[in-house]
């Protein structure tokens, strides 16, 4: 029973609109397959990073500092306003990867692209508090709390996978390519939207 409410409240947190979601619509638009994918991975891996400091308690610890947790939101969104920033600009040039070396470099930054925005994630941050601190029961053992987090983190990147084959679907990018441009504007405004509405409710806080 445990793991069902752990699964269906994952599966309402994963698939609804946030950070996460904008940044693999933008990596699918502005790159390719193939960097959409490895920052799903890099998404996947940050849920793992989370699960790690929710069962070792480094969470508690983290939320309960008010300098540390203002400072992660506000680097998630300065990073997350770049990433808008960067899109708007050079929304009329989709990139084409070409070389072992770029297309190696390309990934890689996709995967750290996904790492930064889910690491620094405030919405993920509060899901895992809550899970590990009113769902699981006290007695759960540790390992049964690692596979959870292996679970959540596989799921998290298979369901970014299939919204990264969506999205690069040649069928879609043929019929939307005139608005791909326009679109990626917009994936950039909702970046910046997101990156602003955190840093304000750090002033008004």
Known sequence: MEFITIALLHLFAVVSPGPDFVLITRQSIRYNRNVAIWSSLGVGVGILFHSFIAITG?????????????TIKIAGAIYLAYLGVISIINSNKIKSLTGDVSVKRENLNGFLAGLITNV?????????????????????DRLTLTLYGLYMSISTFIWFAFVSVVFTNDKFTRKFSYYLPIFEKVIGAVLI?????????????
């Open 58 to 70: 480094v969470v508690v610890l983290v939320t309960s500092n008010t300098f540390l947790f203002t």
């Open 120 to 140: 620094t994630n405030v919405k993920a941050i509060l899901f895992f508090i809550t899970v590990f601190s009113v769902v699981v029961d006290q007695n759960t």
């Open 193 to 205: 939207a997101i990156s602003a509405q955190i840093l304000i409710s750090q002033i008004i806080i």
